[in-house]
């Protein structure tokens, strides 16, 4: 079982940067490939990016490739979520999500059994 806690959400203005954070407890962290997914307003959850527990492969969804960047760092049991260039439609709550698939990076979110609570980002123009 993992644990997952996010922090960095906050209000930003368009072109600005954040990073998110995830910390996890549980011994197995470093088996699973993690990912974030965000929801916005009246929107479904989405995926965002994953990475491997290898850290050898990372995927974005499309929406933010070239602007996210998801990091891991398995002593320190965290993953991070690098976001630059932030756009209004940015805004949403981002969840941090551990998988029981360590080499792969599934965009679904029924491949994902435990999640964070969610950190609010907030971009205005």
């Known amino acids: 079982q993992v644990q997952l806690v996010e922090s960095g959400g906050g209000l930003v203005q368009a072109g600005d940067s954040l990073r998110l954070s995830c910390a996890a407890s549980g011994r197995t962290f470093s088996n699973n490939a993690m990912a974030w997914f965000r929801q916005g307003p009246g929107k479904e959850r989405e995926f965002v990016a994953a990475?491997?527990?290898?850290?050898?492969?990372?995927s974005y969804a499309d929406s933010v490739k070239g602007r996210f960047t998801i990091s891991r760092h398995n002593a320190k049991n965290t993953v991070y979520l690098q976001m630059n260039s932030l756009k209004i439609e940015d805004t949403a709550v981002y969840y941090c999500?551990?998988?029981?698939?360590?080499?792969?990076?599934?965009?679904?979110?029924?491949?994902?059994?435990?999640w964070g609570q969610g950190t609010q980002v907030t971009v205005s123009s």
């Open positions: 999500a551990a998988s029981w698939l360590s080499e792969n990076t599934p965009p679904s979110p029924t491949a994902y059994k435990n």
């Open positions: 990475i491997t527990s290898s850290e050898t492969k990372t």
